[in-house]
């Protein structure tokens, strides 16, 4: 009985542990899920303003919109690129790597330009723009050669692969056609029959072999039939039969045989 009851105790523990267990799992993704929807749809307003600022003005306030949005947008892209292809191609994880290094210059970078945006002395900021652009430019550079090659090595592997496909193809479309080279078959092998033939008739003519011909009233003409491989003729013999006296012609010299008469 004191066993039964442990064996049950310990089976609620177990089932309290579990469920605990799967709740704080679930509160994780969860609370994941969430973080990320507020991280994408602040992005996705940061994104909109410095658009609407790098259209809307002019002067050091949209200069410094243009930069952020165009460093956010190429290392947004090479990343999303980088981590799709990484998936499929393990020999990217160099490539993820170095992308992670040049992203911290990147979020450096961007900080410096939020911060400049709120900088009340215009003319300060005026002067730092030409190295904030060669910055910009470099970073963005960067992350432009790694997502093209990645894209490159996806196509250049896309395009083998259908190469290879495209030669099994072909070897299977010519094996369900065999009709087609049934068809030549028979074409060839009529062509070597008869030159086979000329073949052999030259090399006869040129040996100059000839068979002899069987004498005239001989009895030996089976044998000479066997010898080219044909059948041997058989001669049946004839019956005699004696001439019928009726049907005899008549000359009229010929006197008429007299019946005979019975005394």
């Known amino acids: 009985m004191e066993a039964a009851i442990t064996i049950l105790a310990l089976l609620f523990v177990a089932f309290i542990a579990l469920g605990v267990y799967a709740t704080v799992k679930a509160v994780g993704a969860a609370k994941r899920g969430v973080d990320r929807t507020i991280t994408q749809a602040r992005r996705t307003v940061e994104d909109t303003t410095l658009r609407a600022k790098s259209f809307g003005q002019t002067g050091v306030a949209g200069e410094l919109a243009q930069l952020r949005l165009a460093l956010r947008t190429s290392m947004r892209a090479t990343q999303d690129a980088l981590h799709a292809g990484v998936a499929e191609d393990s020999s990217l994880a160099e490539s993820v790597g170095l992308f992670r290094r040049l ?3 990147g979020l ?17 900021v005026a002067g730092l723009l030409p190295q904030l652009r060669e910055r910009t430019e470099r970073i963005t550079h960067s992350a432009d050669s790694l997502r093209w090659a990645a894209r490159d090595r ?25 009709w087609t080279v049934e068809e ?19 090399r006869g003519r040129d040996a100059g072999v000839e068979w002899p011909e069987p ?6 003409s089976s044998t000479a039939d066997e010898s080219w491989g044909g059948p041997a003729r058989e001669e049946a013999p004839q019956a005699i039969t004696a001439p019928d006296p009726h049907l005899r012609t008549k000359y009229p010299w010929q006197k008429s045989a007299r019946p005979e008469t019975t005394n």
């Open 103 to 105: 992203s911290a210059h």
């Open 108 to 124: 450096e970078l961007d900080e410096e330009l939020k911060r400049l945006e709120r900088e009340p002395d215009r003319a300060t």
């Open 154 to 178: 996806a196509r250049q592997f896309a395009d083998d692969d259908l190469d290879a496909l495209n030669a099994q193809i072909d070897i299977e479309a010519g094996a369900l056609r065999h």
């Open 184 to 202: 030549q078959r028979p074409g060839q092998a009529q062509g070597a029959a008869s030159q086979g033939s000329g073949a052999g008739a030259t």
């Open 215 to 220: 004498a005239a009233g001989s009895g030996n």
